[in-house]
């Protein structure tokens, strides 16, 4: 019995060990054609990033390129890569960009497709497994026009956190039962929603979860500074409650009436709400979670790691994640950043085995155990996949995820929706006459 | 003497030309071409974010539209009066009171200024996230103190515009306050001691004296210190980005946010152009409106 | 005796006040420097930590594994650099508006006065779409040079009021003893305007090492100054505060050395001259 379990180990091994010897690299790599090349790549500082940067040195001992990290906060990133893009000064070979830039890079000429470089099979990785993409994401973050410019390099989207303990507690259970008529469980729509977060509102002196609060506990946090934090959350509502900033015909409809009581819905909120949180971005909403202090929120999925760090957070392994409840439909507002070469790349084949390497299965999943939210189905397959949080959740998410626009004037939009967004929120304009200044904006930029 | 001077400014020859030839030709490059070349972008529409938008001649289109379509162009130009004319009437009043607290006759004089220097060296970037810091809504050290002296406060002192716009006040206030403070108090120093021997002897109590005597006497830094803290304020852009961004709404969307804005969050940099010009021909305005109602000479005289 | 008292009193009361506003000016950055000193806990503990184990940990990660030693090296540089061109450039030119009369010479004033009124903004649009032409962006130079458009204003018209001040006999004398100007400025006005050169020089790296808005825009990665770098520790998953404390503190104390150094000439600086 024992040789038996022994030869099959050893075989298994074996075969494993054959495997990974003849698993195929892309023939550049194999006789490192481009070995000594240095590659400069620019990304958002969030964890994928560091997870990509912890990996990369594999990608350089299989091709002897050097690959070089520049990371900014969220803000500073598109600022360096225009600068980079409109100077000519080719600092970067690949860049890592939000996906509503990516019409903009296009139509600018600034980016160039990857098709080219898949035919040529000299880079080409044979293994490629092109069934295994979650296409929704690859189609929003990477592709324009039909054309395919880049992959996922951060494929984060919008989630619901929450705090499991506190929903599965039988004391709160009860009590959520004696007041509003129905089980304390994930909710299933908006109003579900606002319920939970205002039943889990607490003073200081209250109790929570039978034990008495030396601090106020808060159902919910917002990040709503004037920051793109902001439009990214409410949209989410406005998806939820069935509206969109753009129709089919790419017509400005920010003014609906679903996007009004969207914002309404959203103003709703606040009372439950830190008070700091009009200066709030996702960054904070963290640090609340992460202090034991507020019980369900929108969230970055990436973002979301911080909470499940258990270095910084006093509710580690407390959380569970899920999709923006509907009112009209489920949703989640989708985030994600991609790899893209500029047209002025130094060394494009050199960026491109890169960018193939990220994308890879094996590093998809390698990626995924380090936090990065994966677009690749094989990776959620995986059963240490399935163990950890946030990831097998997020699935639904992705599933369900809507985009905003991608159209080149994006930048100017946002801008302007933060801008009236946040106005109504201190209330110097209502939702109504916010969104309505906004759709003139837009008109505006639209028509020239 | 007088005569051998001429002859060294004789023999200056083409030297004093010559001398001035580095910075002449270096700020030709550095400031007037680019200025140059943001009245001719002026007139184009040039965007890096809507393509199609490379450059071509649009006449005054972009005027056009900054005066009548734009509120938030007359927004931010209004907010950045307002804030000009608080800060330094604020700073200035403040400014006097304190250099008169040190003109007394005290002991320790230096170390007090030396202390009041500080908050005016400090990068206004550090300046922007110290505030901030200490301004964070639940666990900053300043909104601690308020409440333990009974201020409840709803919300953080950033979260609403009337607050916000007083708080980004007070900063700057905060960080050049010293600034005007010292130079009265050194205006104060080098006066005359014997018209204020005089007005005591006369029975003058030192209101009268500072009204009558000290004001006449320093009026001319005064003017100096408007004049540089008003252009400054009409700069500052730093501390702001920082603590608040512009935000919330727009309460605190200065000039300078705003054209930052339009050229590098917006990316069109025509528009961006016409507007910058603008803010700079306001602030030659202001400038200029303050250097004739004041006494020109005084500043200019050598 | 009462009127004794009563001076006493009001000697009191002004240091009283005095004292107050002294703890407001230095509070927040005393403050600065004590959180960067203390662990993640203890930065927002309530009630605040007023006595704590000081540790110097955020400053060792912040410099080392974050590689803000690298920003502090460009901060130098930049600060360098943009200060010793401005006064290469800017001395002549100042020396010869202090003595020589020149046709014009006021408006050559007068413009040069008007670049440093023109709001930072204002010069950077042009300089970035300039700089893009001229591959200047994300370079250490063109940060120095843009830096120069405020420093050399300050240049001219500081050292113009201290080459004023110089007893003009003893160029008088050198010239009667043959030296051409050129020497005579090397020789004889440059050493003794020492002491301006010097305060000038302190006040050009203060202003250029405080600089955020041109490094921002027009340097990358690689020629960012502290400055640039040290809001980018407020990120999307979490704000540093530690490291963000410890570096603002770093930045800023060379800054006081150096203006405790020229405080005799800190008035007449900042005023641009206009105060002696």
New interface residues.
């Given amino acids: 019995m024992k040789k038996i379990i022994m030869v099959v180990l050893v075989i298994s091994g074996l075969l494993i060990g054959s495997l990974s010897v003849a698993q195929a690299v892309p023939l550049a790599v194999k006789d490192k054609t481009y070995e000594g090349i240095t590659l400069r790549y620019i990304a958002e500082a969030v964890p994928p990033t560091d997870a990509v940067l912890k990996l990369v040195p594999e990608f350089e001992k299989a091709s002897g390129i050097k690959v070089e990290f520049e990371i900014y906060p969220y803000e500073y990133v598109i ?1 360096k890569e ?1 600068t980079d893009l ?1 100077g000519k000064t080719r600092i970067y070979d690949v860049m890592s960009v939000p996906y509503e830039h990516l019409g ?1 890079y296009v ?2 000429g600034w980016c160039q497709p990857l098709e080219k470089f898949f035919e040529n099979p000299q880079l080409k990785d044979p293994q490629f497994d092109w069934n295994d993409l979650i296409m929704t994401s690859v189609k929003l973050a990477g592709m324009w026009k039909d054309k395919l410019y880049g992959f996922p390099s951060n494929n984060c989207t919008h989630i619901v956190m929450y705090r499991e303990d506190l929903m599965n507690n039988p004391i709160e259970k009860r009590s959520f039962k004696e007041k509003y008529g129905y089980e304390l469980h994930y909710p299933s729509n908006l109003v579900q929603y606002k319920d939970q977060i205002e039943f889990f509102t607490r003073k200081k002196g209250e109790k929570l979860a039978g034990k008495i609060l030396d601090r106020a506990f808060y159902g919910t946090a917002l990040s709503a ?3 793109p934090a902001l439009y990214c959350e409410w949209m989410d509502f406005m998806f939820a409650f069935g509206g969109n900033l753009l129709d089919e015909n790419g017509d400005p409809i920010v003014n609906s009436p679903e996007n009004i009581e969207a914002l309404e819905y959203y103003f709703s909120l606040f009372k439950y709400a ?6 709030y971005t996702w960054d904070e909403v963290s640090t ?1 979670f992460q202090q034991d202090q507020a019980y369900m929120a929108v969230q970055w999925s990436d973002v979301a790691f911080g909470v499940e760090d258990p270095e910084k957070s006093k509710v580690a392994g407390k959380m569970r994640y899920g999709v923006v409840p509907r009112l009209v439909r489920p949703t989640s507002h989708y985030g994600p950043w991609s790899y893209l070469m500029p047209t002025a790349s130094k060394h494009p084949e050199a960026a491109f085995l890169f960018i193939q390497w990220a994308s890879s299965k094996e590093v998809q999943l390698k990626l995924a155990k380090m936090g990065m939210i994966a677009f690749r189905y094989s990776t959620y397959d995986n059963p240490e996949i399935k163990k950890m949080p946030i990831l097998p959740d997020v699935v639904l998410a992705l599933e369900v995820a809507q985009s905003r626009p991608r159209i ?5 939009f946002s ?1 302007s929706l933060i ?1 009236h967004l ?2 109504a ?5 209502t939702a109504k006459e916010a969104l309505d200044v906004c759709q003139k904006d837009f008109e ?2 639209l028509r ?1 | ?1 007088i005569s ?2 001429k ?3 004789g ?3 083409n ?6 030839v ?3 030709s ?2 030709f490059f ?2 007037l ?3 140059l ?2 009245i001719n ?1 002026s007139f184009r ?1 040039y965007s ?4 199609g ?1 490379t450059g071509q001649f649009i006449g005054l289109e972009n005027f056009r539209r900054l005066l009548n ?1 734009d509120p ?1 162009f007359w927004h931010s130009i209004s907010l950045t009066l307002v804030f000009t004319f608080l800060s330094v009437s604020i700073e200035l009043g403040l400014g006097m009171g ?1 250099a008169n ?2 003109n ?3 002991r320790g004089r230096r170390i ?1 200024t ?6 005016m ?6 300046v922007g ?3 901030k ?2 301004l ?4 900053g ?1 300043l909104m ?1 103190f308020l409440k333990k002296f009974g201020f409840t ?4 002192l ?4 009337k607050t916000a716009f007083l708080t980004i006040l007070f900063v700057d206030v ?1 960080g050049w306050t ?2 005007v403070t ?2 009265i108090l ?2 104060l120093q080098s006066m005359p001691k014997d018209p204020f021997e005089a007005a005591r002897i006369a029975g003058a109590n030192s209101l009268q004296i500072f009204f009558y005597i000290a004001l006449p006497l320093i009026k001319p ?1 005064i003017i ?2 408007v004049l ?1 803290r008003s ?1 400054d304020a ?2 500052v ?2 501390t702001i980005y ?1 603590l ?8 605190t ?1 200065l ?2 946010i705003y ?3 339009i ?7 025509g528009y ?2 016409s507007y ?2 603008f ?2 021909l306001i ?2 305005i202001v ?1 200029d409106l303050l250097f004739f109602f004041t006494q020109r000479k005084t ?2 005289s ?1 | 005796m009462k009127q004794h008292f009563r001076a006493k009193l009001k ?1 009191t009361l ?2 009283t ?2 004292c107050l ?2 703890l ?3 509070f ?2 005393v ?2 420097v004590m ?1 960067s000193l203390k662990t993640r806990l203890d930065i ?1 503990s ?3 930590a007023w006595i704590f184990k000081p540790t110097l940990s955020n400053y060792i990660i912040a410099l080392f594994e974050k590689g803000f030693i690298t920003n502090f090296l460009n901060t130098v540089i930049i600060a360098c650099f943009a200060t010793l061109l401005s006064l ?3 001395v ?2 100042a ?2 508006l202090a ?4 046709f014009g010479d ?1 408006q ?1 004033f007068f ?2 006065l ?10 950077v ?6 700089y893009s032409k001229v591959f200047l962006l994300n370079t250490h130079i063109g940060i120095i ?2 830096h ?2 405020f420093n ?1 204003a300050y240049v ?1 018209w500081i050292m113009r009021g201290f080459f ?1 001040m110089l007893p ?2 003893i ?2 004398a050198g ?2 003893d043959g030296c051409g ?2 020497r005579l400025f090397w020789y004889i006005v440059l050493p003794l305007a020492r002491g301006g050169l010097i305060a000038t020089a302190i006040l050009c790296m ?1 202003m250029s ?2 600089e ?2 041109f490094a921002f ?1 027009l340097g990358g990665i690689k020629c960012a100054p502290l ?1 640039v770098v ?2 980018g520790l ?1 990120t999307t998953y979490g704000t540093f ?1 530690g490291q ?2 410890a570096m ?1 503190s770093l ?2 104390i060379p ?2 050395v150096f ?2 150094i020229i ?1 005799k000439h ?2 007449r600086g ?3 001259g ?2 002696k």
């Avoid at chain 2, 060296?121 to 550090?126: H, K, L």
């Avoid at chain 2, 964070?136 to 666990?139: C, M, R």
């Avoid at chain 3, 008007?114 to 010069?123: E, H, Y």
Wanted: overall charge neutral.
């Fill in positions: 600022e225009t409109i903009r139509e600018m500074k004037r920051h830190p008070p700091g949180t009009k200066e609340i080149p004037e994006w930048p100017e801008s801008l946040s106005e929120i201190t209330g110097e304009k505006r930029i020239k | 003497m051998i001077f002859g060294l400014r023999r200056g020859g030297l004093r030309y010559l001398f001035h580095p910075t002449l270096f700020l550095i400031t071409i680019p200025f070349y943001v972008l529409s890096f974010s809507i393509p938008m379509e938030m304190i607290l040190l007394q006759d005290i007090f030396t202390l009041f220097m500080i908050p060296m400090i990068s206004p970037i550090v996230l110290l505030w810091f200490m964070n809504p639940e666990l050290i601690f406060l709803k919300e953080g950033l979260s609403s515009g905060w010293p600034f010292l130079i050194a205006g830094l100096i210190v540089l252009i009409f700069r852009f730093d920082i608040t961004g512009g935000g919330p709404g727009s309460a969307e000039g300078s054209g930052f804005r050229n590098f969050k917006f990316w069109d940099m961006g152009a910058v010009l803010l700079f602030v030659l400038t500043y200019m050598r | 000697l002004i240091y006040v005095l506003i002294c407001g000016t230095i927040p950055y403050w600065m959180s927002f309530i009630p605040p290469i450039v800017g002549p030119s020396y010869a003595r020589w009369r020149l006021h050559v413009y040069v008007t670049t440093r009124m023109a709001p930072p903004i204002t010069i649009v042009p300089l970035y779409l300039l040079i843009a120069m458009t050399l001219v004023e003009k006999e160029e008088e010239l009667v100007n050129i203060i090492w405080n955020f808005l825009i400055t040290i809001p407020v505060w963000l404390t603002g930045v800023t800054i006081l203006s405790f405080q800190l008035i900042l005023t641009f206009a105060i």
